[in-house]
């Protein structure tokens, strides 16, 4: 898929900085009234279109001219899509159009449902929480909470899916890192993505070896050595990737992200502890409200198409601007808000349509688990740092705490 992402254009550039801890860029606020899809500068310099509103973003996500094969848009300026820069990996199915992405999808799908992660993975959250809280409890009053719970449990749910050794944790994640930090130059992040792919290359070549049957990645592998299998061993290591880099990820940005707002809302911090029947709308609501894929998801269209008005060519990229969505007011009430009485059906934080995020049933499961568990354990849990001295990652994939100092 080639789109025509042109620089060099006279266009504005797509907000990025945030003035406030928790609130996407304030010039969102204005384009959702008066320019709701417009053409703007990515941060790499090539241009194309920006939705901000609601119903608009979901179009676009849900429309079948739009193509999930699309170029980058948040990596640095500069970093316009080269001619012969070849991926260090191979996505699969979240760059597959229907037919394709169906077919991939449902290799992992069941895995990921609601009543699987019920059944097979929420008493094992159940217990390495437990376990991180009895850890936390028994160390120093102060500490980090990124380290001492909001990474170390998605790591350990992810490598328990998908058949990791967790002693290999603090290699993935500063690849992961590495990967992800668009603050560093291409040639950086793909090392990151090279380590991965190596190891997960290892792994698989070590699985095959002892037949061993631990998890999705030996499920994989047993798919492809089946007579009826249809992925190569390039998609093998390419889906355990992804799953291995995004599913601990992106977790555990949002579990330091959902702490520091309730850490920063004591109302809210409240009505989660004393309503523990609120615990599954406080989290989509902690969802909306944080929004944590911070330059959100591309879509290329195939042929033109009209959005909110607009005339977009065949090839050109279009951006929903995820954060900006999920705050549109004509959608939720008090948008900047958050109210975990509110009454809300949907939202954008994992997308939207049959490329929603696969994992958001175990996030789901992990935040319901640790964030009420964290606060009734430690009441009185408090920053142990001025909020304005809060390192954020601002420029990685994922908004996120890079460290968070407690005191319980």
């Not at 994989?220 to 009826?228: E, T, Y």
């Not at 355990?240 to 911090?269: C, I, K, N, W, Y």
Request: charged share 25%.
């Amino acid at each position: 898929m080639t789109s025509r992402t042109h620089t060099g254009e006279a266009l504005p550039a797509m907000p990025v900085i945030r003035t406030s801890l928790l609130d996407p860029p304030a010039e969102y606020t204005a384009l959702r009234e008066d320019q709701p899809i417009l053409k703007v500068r990515f941060p790499n310099g090539t241009s194309g279109w920006l939705v901000t509103r609601f119903d608009e973003g979901s179009e676009v996500f849900g429309h079948p001219k739009m193509s999930a094969r699309r170029p980058r848009h948040d990596t640095p300026e500069g970093e316009a899509a080269e001619a012969g820069h070849d991926a260090p990996f191979n996505p699969t199915f979240v760059m597959m159009d229907e037919p394709d992405h169906g077919q991939y999808r449902r290799l992992l799908s069941g895995r990921f449902t609601p009543k699987s992660v019920a059944r097979n993975l929420q008493p094992y959250i159940d217990r390495i929480v437990d376990e991180h809280l009895d850890a936390i409890e028994a160390g120093p009053a102060t500490f980090d909470l990124i380290q001492a719970l909001a990474l170390p449990i998605p790591c350990l749910v992810i490598c328990e899916l998908l058949g990791v050794p967790y002693a290999d944790r603090d290699g993935f994640h500063e690849a992961t890192e590495q990967l992800m930090d668009m603050s560093r130059p291409r040639a950086e992040r793909d090392a990151g993505a090279h380590w991965l792919v190596d190891y997960i290359t290892k792994l698989v070549a070590e699985k095959r070896r002892t037949k061993v049957q631990d998890g999705i990645l030996s499920e994989l592998i047993g798919h492809a050595d089946s007579d009826d299998g249809f992925l190569t061993d390039d998609e093998v290591i390419g889906m355990g990737v992804l799953l291995l880099f995004a599913g601990h990820d992106t977790t555990a940005s949002m579990l330091g992200l959902s702490s520091l707002t309730l850490l920063t809302h004591p109302e809210q911090r409240l009505d989660l502890v004393e309503h523990p029947e609120k615990t599954g709308p406080a989290v989509e609501e902690l969802l909306r409200y944080l929004t944590i894929v911070q330059f959100g998801l591309g879509r290329v269209a195939l042929e033109e198409v009209e959005i909110a008005g607009q005339t977009i060519a065949a090839g050109d990229l279009v951006v929903v601007a995820m954060p900006a969505a999920n705050r549109d007011p004509r959608i939720f009430t008090d948008p900047d808000i958050p109210d975990f009485d509110r009454k809300m059906t949907r939202h954008l934080a994992f997308g939207y349509g049959v490329h929603q995020c696969l994992g958001q049933n175990i996030a789901r499961a992990e935040l319901k688990t640790v964030l009420p568990r964290l606060f009734n354990r430690f009441p009185g849990l408090r920053l142990a740092v001025p909020v304005d001295e809060i390192p954020m990652d601002v420029l990685g994939t994922n908004y996120a705490v890079k460290q968070l100092m407690v005191t319980r």
